[in-house]
């Protein structure tokens, strides 16, 4: 067993996750991967269960019976690292709009930079996003902006999903008192993270949009990330805020 594990939430990723499960077990650094689906129609779990008879030992499964929200699918996952010694956990998406190249540049933050948590940031060094419509890349840039004014986070990129957690930062966050389900998971996991006093590291990286398949993006999603974010950051304020 590898010491780093890479989750992946998968809903109708069939035309991607064969290609990104053989980069990522190609990078010079070993990485176990845990596909977690949301049982695809695709049927994507399908595709990774004959991948597994080649990455025997590496490539793992969870399945899930519905489509629950992307912060359900990684809380089943670091729950599900955290029976296992792995010591860097890893979130990333299927579509390829994380490099698999960068893995190894957020490990090593983890591993030789200092950090706790060390994210795949796209808006540390201005806006590194490809082929996002412009009204897109303007509701990501100004809802991490106002994130930051809220919440108090030193950090660039708040809604980030790519993302190398050492072990000690998930086992000290209660995960079944995680609220938000959609991305604004990713803003409520570092906002505890940083409540809990964790070093926190943006690298760098180019977010590439999904050239095949479906993006899971809706104003739903979008309105969670903006208008839960307030009640979080009342509720932190008092003492029976649980982190």
Known sequence: MASSLVIIPTYNEAENIEKLVR?????????????????????????????QQEFIGQLHLLERPGK???????????????KRDYAYIFEMDADFSHAPND???????????????????????????????????????????????ITGLDIADTTAGFICYKREVLEQITLNKIKFVGYAFQIEM???????????????????????????MSTGIFS??????LGMKIKSLFKSYEI
């Open 23 to 51: 980069n990522i077990f190609a990078q010079q650094r070993a990485f176990d991967v845990l596909v977690v689906d949301d049982n695809s129609p695709d049927k994507t779990a399908a595709l990774v269960k004959s991948l």
């Open 68 to 82: 629950n929200g992307l912060g359900t699918a990684y809380i089943a996952g670091f729950k599900w690292a955290l």
């Open 103 to 149: 893995l190894i540049r957020l490990y090593n933050a983890c591993s030789k930079g200092g950090a706790d948590l060390a994210i795949g940031s796209r808006y540390k060094t201005g806006v590194n996003v490809v082929n996002w419509p412009m009204g897109r890349v303007l509701m990501s840039y100004i809802a991490s902006k106002y994130v930051r004014f």
């Open 190 to 216: 570092k906002f505890k993270a940083h409540l809990l006093g964790f070093n926190i590291i943006e690298v760098p990286v180019i977010f590439v949009d999904r050239t095949k398949g479906t993006s899971k």
């Open 224 to 229: 969670e990330a903006v208008f839960g974010v």
